[in-house]
């Protein structure tokens, strides 16, 4: 089991820019593969962006594709998200999670362990 807990969320115009970061305990993180979900008010909870624990493997969600970036730094147990281009249809609590293995997944069910959600909030 490994605690997440995300930062760098807040306020920010139409088309701007965010970096989300996500800080993992323990000593087993690059055995994660580890991914992003965010949910919008009455909505389900929806996948962002996942990576492999070498960081050489992505993939994405079809709504932030050629906009956001998955990354991670194995080193300071942190995974991140850069978001370019944003737009008010990005508004939501941001969520980052973490399942043990090497296959990549997209699924909320696939994920073991998650953090307690940043605010990400973008206005027109």
């Known amino acids: 089991q490994v605690q997440l807990v995300e930062s760098g969320g807040g306020l920010v115009q139409a088309g701007g820019s965010l970096r989300l970061a996500c800080a993992a305990s323990?000593?087993?993180?690059?055995?994660?593969?580890m991914g992003w979900f965010r949910q919008a008010p009455g909505k389900e909870r929806e996948f962002v962006a996942t990576i492999s624990g070498s960081g050489g493997m992505f993939y994405y969600g079809d709504s932030v594709k050629g906009r956001f970036t998955i990354s991670r730094d194995n080193a300071k147990n942190t995974v991140y998200l850069q978001m370019n281009s944003l737009q008010p249809e990005d508004t939501a609590v941001y969520y980052c999670?973490?399942?043990?293995?090497?296959?990549?997944?997209?699924?909320?069910?696939?994920?073991?362990?998650w953090g307690q959600g940043t605010q990400v909030t973008v206005s027109s």
């Open positions: 999670a973490a399942r043990v293995g090497a296959t990549l997944a997209t699924r909320v069910a696939a994920y073991d362990d």
């Open positions: 323990g000593r087993t993180f690059s055995s994660h593969v």
